[in-house]
């Protein structure tokens, strides 16, 4: 079982250094043109669905829109204006080029956006005309030490072993040229020193002693035998490297997409269900890269580029960007299951999110902090039994238990049951 | 006790000095540990090459590696769709209707799948016409996964492609068209509209086209009878439920007569409704020589030789329409029964209904003319059944015209003549002459192995297509899975060498949109699957439908004698003399039928529901004609049964070592042997089992004059005759007859059992007499089975249903005569002595002492003269889940224990293997895994290849070796109906609890559900006068119920 190393303290501070420089580093190139600030504005509520400064998306990259326009078709601002505002009634009209972007596009149609006035769209052309911002070159981390902050942490540990083994050495040494002095002097008698009775000697012959010790050492170890045999086939904290670096704590964190969204199947199957390309591609048919920060974030803190991870999916699903199609032949991914049940039990997600309403978190642990996945709970049958001893059933709302609910008040007296005086400790449950 | 009468499960039990009846009673397991055979033997000990430290180092390395090798978790790869299809939810069931139509079993049924695998046969319940499965059709989701299969076309033996195939073949087609000779289309009955209107063009496209449609099992008789009365071709159809006596004549209705699936209405007439004291119920007699479900399941059956029953039939005839017709007399005993049966059949009028098997015409027709006279209201012979059309006379023509070089090349679809033909080898022979052989085939069988081209035709869940069961009841065929192999369907191939772009989908669709839907939905009725019009179809047009007159004119003029009256047929009959010698009569098993799912391990292993035989073919012979030819069966002492070889000659022809077993009730004079075993070819070797009996089948006559010869040898059956005795606890199965059910109190039919209790007698029931303290159940849900011993017709769909649901494995021949069988459920089948019930009660009452006049040594043996017919009672016996378990207090790691929902559970990953609760069970329902049973090449069955395993039940474990299983009460089923509700949030209605069996069971005999509920049919039942369990004495409060089995006496 794989695990992440931890990164050292030290390349987060450089991280931290290096987005402080960036953030003045664009603060230096940018302009102090207020348009350009409305117009990112006005941009990002209104064309990023469809259009990216850099790149080809369900529309055509805009960066120097109107200069390209002007220079390649000769079209002015007031077409653009046009075509913004009802770029339907532009192709109807037969405006030569309306008609060939039209078709280029596989004759998908623009939205109009007659709300923009034309000063709106003169402060959006102005964010487009922005030159491109290249962050300087990130430096790499993995692997190479850094100078700066001098030995690392492991050198530090091996250089003070030395020292110490060198000290001990050296006292070892002064020791055994002291004591041959002291018997070359006279001064230590030796026969008279061999004679008295060590502690170790007098522990060997102390029977009592003997057998405490070796019942003590027998229960520690007894002990620590069965701790470890209890934990063989207990995964707990397994986190596996998956072939597409999926952060959990984006997508369900920072992003805060319901669980469900993917996991679908968890409310009516037994399965979560890992969730099929499909279900990843409603978002990233749109989202081919992550924001500058999100990949800064990835490279620095997590070593991870996102947006090539991003690529691996449509390689997997064969969406070609630039087509913007299914083109490509797919490639299933192969991911390492994590959570890992014996064949014989049976476990049923619905039961327990749809039923019980039980949180995903309960058992699976904060995964929207989760960089990489982890198995959270131990999955043992004590803290399956564990919970249903704790839980209490919930009745409300289903006319299933309705019945039944009343027939146990009444026997009873009381008003809440927990899942294992409804049956849910019965081996049959889970065991068939 | 209801009854006094002694059951039976075997001839060895009649024989007093038996002591392997008695070994088996007091040992379950015989089975010893073999440690004498190897530790007492010094030579091959010494010998060995294995010595004690090489041995020790095995161990030690193989422990440690073991050790080792268990620290590390392995890595499980998860592989999600790419792109998931809209309806396919991981870990949820989808369902769809579809049908099967192999030639032989023809239903509508409900298809489970999970993750796209169909894994399970379900009842179609809104079927009108054949909506059950029987234990074959259950079994035939195992045949998709045959690994046995042909995978892509072949010429010569060699694999094509279908571009190459369809090459060769549209070329050969035009030069065998083009010679003038004859281009045969040689078909199992379809019975589909579709493929007929697609056979009509195919013959408009090519010249000389003949299409013989023919049946392995041939009803040919019955067909043209009907024919030749109503001009059309078809089978009446028989309502049961309406037939207050049936009187049958060699007609195995409950088993595969005429197509079979009669025992649901059947069942619905044989249990006892309306007012309390004036209940009613069916009169069923038979008339029969081999011992069938029918005949067990009647009120009175009456052996007979088959010659005799064509007099019979006709002495019936004649008392019912008042001609008088002289005949030979009978048996004084048959003669008797056949006066009352008139008298009965008189008196119910339009209430009686007669059906016969023989086969032959005049037979056939004397049926039609009686239900006709006597306007029967179950007779319905104007919507007739469709689902055989194999025509005797043209196969027989089409033979002699292949003999005589007339025909030029043939197209064979869903049928193995080489197998199954009588003279199949020289039917082979002519196949390999022939320009152009094809066969569409889903294994290299028989016929395949002798064609040129090998069509890899794929298994009907693979396959679209439709099915008209009876006039105006359409079906629809649907795939539910992908082709798991390169193959395509006849109907597909068809469409092609006709030139048709189509797909036989799209080609269904029209045919039906245009002629047969009439405006309804198509979507509706592949939902559905079914489809019922009154409007008459027609589909062939009149061109086309003047080739096919031209075809069939041949076997007209074979059938100008058929115009004669009926009671001239009657006086033919009546003529009938007795055969000379012994007569065979060839019959279909309940598990094979014609044979064509040789190759399923869960059919061979089905015991047979009268033998209680599996892995075999066999001889029956009554016990009379057995002691004259010195044949035996008997016990050994692992509880296996042995029997005697004997050579069968029928016509010159004879059959080697056939194993013989005696079968109580069978005719004297007259021997069975069943169809459909003895295959070698497209089989895996551990099912060629049997042996073939289609060599005997002349003329397609199913009776046939045979002479028998033992030979030397000992056969070894498989048979789960002699397991599990019930310890010699008798009252098992209560009975009794109608009149007493009606005339007395249920404490006089249905006693409760008492036991002592401080010197006083009280119920077994009474809390008094519990040791235990009692749970409350009442809250929640509690399950209960009902089993109703008279509507259970011993059919068998419920043990293969139960098979399929559960993951039970199969064993093999050898691990069953050990004993070992798996079946959760099993069909208990006992032997009665009957008539003299009073007399019995009497003489077991006057018995005294141990030896002498009266002594019950002598007398019990006596009593039980191996009856020469007797009756015969079935019992379903699976984990009665009993709510004070004896095998939960003796598990010593508390591996069995129960739920408050009345299940007993089996955790198998707690069991250690130490039996004790199967020795405890005092109804020795727990099957121990001797063996490892899944992907162990020992048990090379289904559950040792890929293919096989994608049958299995996800939602059930597959047990490991070592450890105890039984029935669960399908837990996984009742589990996830209880989670349904939960989610949908609403109660659960009656009817929705099922088990596996009770869903299976077609009859009504078994019901399911939760007593709780006071509004459900099982919580009435649990009230019922009739109601009793199994050892109630023994205290064991099992939540199974059983129903007293009610005999219909009266007689006229």
């Not at chain 1, 039994?385 to 709302?397: L, P």
């Not at chain 2, 009452?845 to 019950?856: A, H, I, T």
Request: glycine share 8%; proline share 3%.
């Amino acid at each position: 079982m794989k695990k992440v190393n931890h990164r050292s303290s030290v390349s987060r501070i450089l991280g931290i250094a290096l987005v402080m420089m960036l953030a003045f580093s664009t603060s230096l190139f940018a302009q102090d043109d207020a348009a350009a600030k409305a117009g990112e504005v006005l941009f990002k509520a209104n064309c990023a669905a469809c259009h990216k400064l850099d790149a080809m998306s369900t529309g055509p990259m805009l960066r120097n829109i109107e200069a390209r326009l002007e220079e390649e078709q000769g079209l002015d601002r007031e077409w653009l204006y046009k075509w913004i505002k009802n770029s339907s009634a532009l192709i109807k009209s037969g405006d030569r080029y309306a008609v060939a972007v039209y078709e280029q596009y596989g004759k998908r149609q623009m939205t109009a956006f007659p709300q923009l006035s034309n000063e709106d769209i003169d402060n959006i052309l102005a964010y487009t005309a922005q030159e491109k911002v290249t962050p300087p070159p990130v430096p790499k981390l993995e692997g190479e030490p850094s100078t700066a902050g001098g030995f690392s942490s492991e050198m530090v540990l091996w250089a003070l072993i030395v020292l110490f083994g060198l000290l001990a050495l050296g006292l070892f040494l002064v020791n055994k040229t002291l004591r041959k002095f002291a018997i070359a002097n006279g001064t230590v008698n030796v026969e008279e020193e061999s004679k008295k009775p060590s502690v170790w000697k007098a522990f060997v012959q102390n029977q009592f002693l003997v057998i405490v010790s070796v019942i003590l050492l027998l229960l520690g170890s007894a002990y620590f035998a069965y701790g470890y045999f209890m934990q063989v086939g207990v995964d707990q904290g397994y986190q596996p490297i998956q072939p597409i670096h999926y952060s959990h704590r984006i997508h369900a964190g920072v992003n805060k997409i319901e669980c469900k969204y993917c996991h679908s199947s968890a409310r009516v199957s037994k399965h979560s269900g890992i969730p099929s390309l499909n279900v990843c591609m409603n978002c990233h048919k749109n989202i081919a890269e992550v924001a500058e920060e999100t990949q800064q974030e990835g490279l620095t803190k997590y070593g991870v580029d996102y947006n090539k991870e991003i690529q691996k999916l449509y390689t997997a699903v064969g969406w070609d960007p630039t087509a913007q199609d299914y083109v490509n032949e797919q490639k299933p991914v192969k991911w390492i299951r994590i959570h890992n049940l014996p064949d014989f039990v049976y476990f049923n997600h619905s039961q327990h999110v749809t039923v019980a309403g039980v949180e995903c978190q309960t058992c699976h642990g904060q995964i929207e902090e989760m960089e990489i996945v982890e198995q959270y709970s131990p999955l043992t049958m004590g803290w399956c039994i564990n919970c249903h001893r704790e839980t209490d059933v919930n009745f409300r709302g289903s006319a299933y238990y309705d019945k039944i609910h009343e027939q146990l008040k009444e026997k009873y007296g009381v008003e809440s049951f927990k899942a294992s005086e409804m049956g849910a400790l019965e081996c049959g449950k889970c065991h068939y | 006790m209801a009854s006094n009468k002694k059951y039976w499960k075997s001839v060895e039990e009649l024989n007093e000095n038996s002591s392997i009846v008695e070994t088996l009673r007091q040992n379950e397991f015989v089975e010893e540990i073999p440690v004498d055979e190897f530790l007492g033997n010094k030579e091959s000990l010494e010998s060995s090459s294995t010595s004690r430290r090489d041995f020790l180092k095995y161990v030690g390395f193989s422990t440690a590696a073991a050790t080792l090798a268990a620290c590390e978790g392995p890595v499980i790869k998860s592989i999600p769709y790419v792109v998931q299809p809209e309806r396919i939810i991981p870990g949820v069931a989808d369902f769809y209707a579809t049908t099967i139509a192999d030639g032989y079993d023809f239903a509508s049924i409900l298809i489970k799948t999970r993750e796209g695998r169909p894994i399970k046969v379900e009842n179609n319940k809104e079927a009108a016409v054949k909506g059950s499965a029987n234990a074959r059709v259950h079994a035939s989701v195992l045949s998709l996964y045959d690994n046995m299969r042909v995978k892509r076309p072949k010429i010569d033996g060699s694999d094509v492609s279908w571009k190459e195939f369809d090459g060769e073949v549209s070329q050969k087609l035009r030069t065998v068209s083009d010679s003038g000779k004859q281009l045969v289309l040689l078909t199992q009955t379809y019975a589909s509209p579709s493929t007929s209107k697609l056979i009509a063009e195919f013959k408009a496209k090519y010249a000389n086209v003949q299409h013989v449609v023919y049946d392995a099992i041939s009803e040919s008789t019955a067909l043209d009878a009907f024919e030749a009365k109503y001009g059309e071709r078809g089978l009446a159809d028989y309502d049961f439920s309406k037939a207050e006596v049936i009187v049958s004549i060699g007609a195995d209705f409950l088993g595969d007569w005429q197509g079979g699936g009669y025992d649901d209405g059947y069942a619905k007439g044989r249990i006892p409704t309306g007012k309390h004291g004036a209940k009613t119920m069916s009169r069923h007699i038979q008339f029969e020589s081999n011992m069938t479900l029918s005949g067990a399941n009647a009120d009175k059956r009456v052996p007979l030789s088959p010659t005799d029953q064509k007099v019979a039939l006709a002495k019936i005839y004649a008392g019912v329409t008042g001609n008088s017709i002289s005949a030979r007399n009978l048996s004084d005993k048959a003669e008797d029964a056949i006066k009352k049966a008139i008298g009965q059949i008189k008196q119910a009028g339009s209430k009686a209904v007669v059906v016969s098997g023989i086969n032959d015409v005049d037979a056939q027709s004397l049926v039609l003319a009686i239900n006709e006279a006597l306007s029967s209201e179950a007779f319905d012979k104007d919507a007739p059944k469709k689902i055989r059309e194999g025509n005797d006379a043209a196969v027989n023509k089409l033979i002699n015209d292949m003999k005589a070089d007339a025909v030029g090349g043939i197209i064979m679809a869903g049928v193995n003549p080489v197998y199954t033909l009588p003279n199949g080898k020289e039917f082979g022979e002519i196949l390999q002459k022939l320009e152009l052989a094809v066969t569409f085939t889903t294994k290299e069988d028989e016929t395949a192995q002798q064609s040129k081209y090998v069509a890899a035709a794929p298994h009907y869940l693979e396959s679209w297509g439709d099915v008209e069961m009876k006039k105006g009841y359409y079906s629809v065929m649907q795939p539910t899975i992908r082709p798991l192999f390169d193959t395509r369907q006849f109907q597909d191939a068809l469409l092609k060498w006709t030139g048709n772009e189509k797909t036989y989908y799209e080609y269904i669709k029209e045919t039906w949109q245009t002629g047969i839907l009439n405006g309804a939905s198509w979507n509706q009725a592949v939902h559905d699957g079914v489809f019922k019009t009154t409007v008459a179809v027609s589909l062939v047009d009149e061109a086309t439908a003047a080739i096919e007159e031209d075809a069939v004119s041949v076997e007209e003029t074979e059938e100008v004698e058929l115009t004669t009256s009926a009671s001239q047929q009657a006086r033919k009959l009546a003529s009938t003399s007795a055969a000379a010698g012994m007569e065979l009569v060839l019959y279909a098993k309940t598990g094979m039928g014609d044979g064509q799912q040789a190759n399923n391990p869960w059919l061979q292993e089905f015991p047979d529901p009268i033998t209680r035989a599996s892995w075999d073919n066999y001889l029956t012979i009554s016990q009379a004609d057995a002691e004259a030819k010195g044949l035996k069966n008997w016990n050994v002492a692992n509880g296996g049964l042995n029997g005697s070889y004997v050579n069968v000659t029928v016509n010159g022809k004879t059959i080697e070592n056939v194993p013989v077993i005696i079968q109580p009730g069978q005719a004297r004079g007259t021997v069975g042997l069943a169809f459909g075993y003895g295959k070698k070819a497209g089989i895996q070797e551990e099912m060629q089992t049997g042996v073939n009996a289609y060599p005997l089948y002349e003329g397609f006559n199913a009776v046939q004059d045979v002479a028998i010869e033992p030979v030397a040898g000992v056969h070894e059956f498989a048979c789960v005759q002699l397991h599990n005795t019930l310890m010699g606890r008798g009252d098992i199965v209560k009975e009794t007859t109608l009149e007493i059910f009606n005339t007395k109190d249920h404490h006089v039919w249905n006693p409760m059992p008492h036991v002592s209790k401080n010197h006083e007698m009280i119920d077994a029931t009474d809390p008094g007499a519990d040791m235990w303290g009692e749970f409350d159940r009442s809250i929640g849900h509690h399950f209960n089975l009902a089993i109703d011993l008279n509507a259970c017709t011993g059919c068998g769909a419920c043990v293969i249903a139960c098979h399929a649901e559960n993951n039970v494995p199969v064993v093999g021949k050898t691990e069953v005569r050990r004993s070992r069988d798996m079946h959760w459920l099993r069909i208990d089948r006992y032997y009665s002595s009957a008539d003299t019930f009073e007399g019995d009660v009497e003489k077991k009452e006057n018995m005294s002492g141990l030896f002498g006049e009266e002594g019950s040594l002598g007398g019990f043996l006596e009593m039980e003269n191996p009856a020469e017919n007797p009756q015969v009672a079935f019992q379903p016996v699976m984990c009665q889940h009993c709510n004070h378990a004896p095998c939960e207090t003796v598990c010593p790691v508390a591996a069995t224990s129960h739920g408050r929902q009345g299940q007993n559970h089996m955790a198998y990953n707690r069991c250690v293997g130490t039996r004790y609760c199967a020795n405890n069970c005092p109804y020795k329902v727990r099957r121990f895994n001797w063996f490892l049973y899944n992907q162990n090449d020992e048990f090379d069955y289904h559950m040792n290849n890929d293919l096989g395993r994608m049958v299995l039940n996800p939602d059930v474990v597959v047990r490991s070796r070592g450890v105890m299983e039984k029935c669960s009460m399908c837990i996984q089923k009742t589990q996830k109906t209880i989670l349904d509700a939960k989610r949908e949030g609403r109660q659960i209605k009656d009817g929705e609890f099922q088990t596996a069996c009770s869903a299976a069971c077609s009859s009504g005999a078994m019901t399911f559900g939760d007593i709780n509920d006071k509004e459900s049919k099982v919580a009435e039942l649990l009230e019922d006068d009739r109601m009793y369990h199994l050892l109630e004495h023994v205290g064991t409060k099992p939540n199974v119920q059983y129903h007293v089995k009610v005999r219909n006496t009266k007689e006229a």
